[in-house]
């Protein structure tokens, strides 16, 4: 069965700086898609980015990118210039239909 | 994409009763989920909604506690039934395209069992 690790229960970040959420997965498969899911205390959640395996190439958006290490099972999150906004719980998700999600990592922002 | 409507977004209930959360996509979908999410967790699938046949539950839990319909292709409900101040969570349901591109969450229902 696929496993998402989150090592990070909770990670804070300064104002303007960037920060890194790891993640890691186990699976079998070699197609599949890993998510970033934020969820702010609207409770929403909210898809941040999104990475395909057979792509190379990591996902940016915005202030958002990953560092996809395919042959480590890895999938970190880095925000760059960090803002009040981004103060959530992140979650990393494998598909698998349903998904499977780590434990998250709260991360606050520091003015 | 796909729009859901969750509804209550809120609720606090008496131990002992029942509430119904409802889901409603702006779309047809195939597989519609149900989560619960206690406080400061992660998501658990509680059970897979699927048009036309009985739910699928994950382990540990059950239809008689938490009774699901599937009516159609666009619209789902969740009881929790017999409720105990263990079952107080947020509940969310989710959509999926085919082909894993991405998920769908309605807002949740923060539910409060007193």
């Known amino acids: 069965a696929q496993t998402v690790t989150q090592s990070q229960p909770e990670m804070s970040v300064q104002e303007a700086e960037t920060v890194t959420l790891s993640c890691t997965y186990d699976t079998s498969e070699s197609d599949y898609y890993l998510f970033w899911y934020k969820q702010p205390p609207s409770r929403q959640m909210i898809l941040v980015i999104r990475q395909e395996a057979y792509k190379q190439q990591n996902a940016t958006e915005n202030r958002f990118s990953v560092n996809f290490q395919k042959a480590a099972k890895s999938f970190s999150l880095k925000i760059s210039d960090s803002q009040l906004g981004d103060a959530a719980m992140y979650f990393c998700?494998?598909?698998?239909?349903?998904?499977?999600f780590g434990k998250g990592t709260r991360l606050s922002v520091i003015a | 994409s796909a729009v859901i409507s969750q509804k209550p977004s809120r609720d606090i209930c008496q131990r002992g009763t029942s509430l119904t959360i409802q889901c409603q996509v702006d779309s047809q979908v195939t597989m519609m989920f149900w989560y619960r999410q206690q406080p400061g967790q992660s998501l658990t699938l509680i059970a897979t909604?699927?048009?036309?046949?009985?739910?699928?539950?994950e382990s540990g839990f059950v239809i008689d506690k938490f009774p699901i319909s599937r009516p159609n292709l666009t619209f789902s409900t969740l009881t929790v039934s017999n409720m105990s101040p263990e079952d107080s969570s947020i509940y969310l349901c989710s959509v999926e395209h085919r082909g894993n591109t991405e998920a769908f969450f309605g807002q949740g229902t923060r539910l409060t069992v007193v």
């Open positions: 998700a494998y598909s698998n239909t349903p998904l499977v």
């Open positions: 909604a699927n048009q036309g046949s009985e739910a699928t539950y």
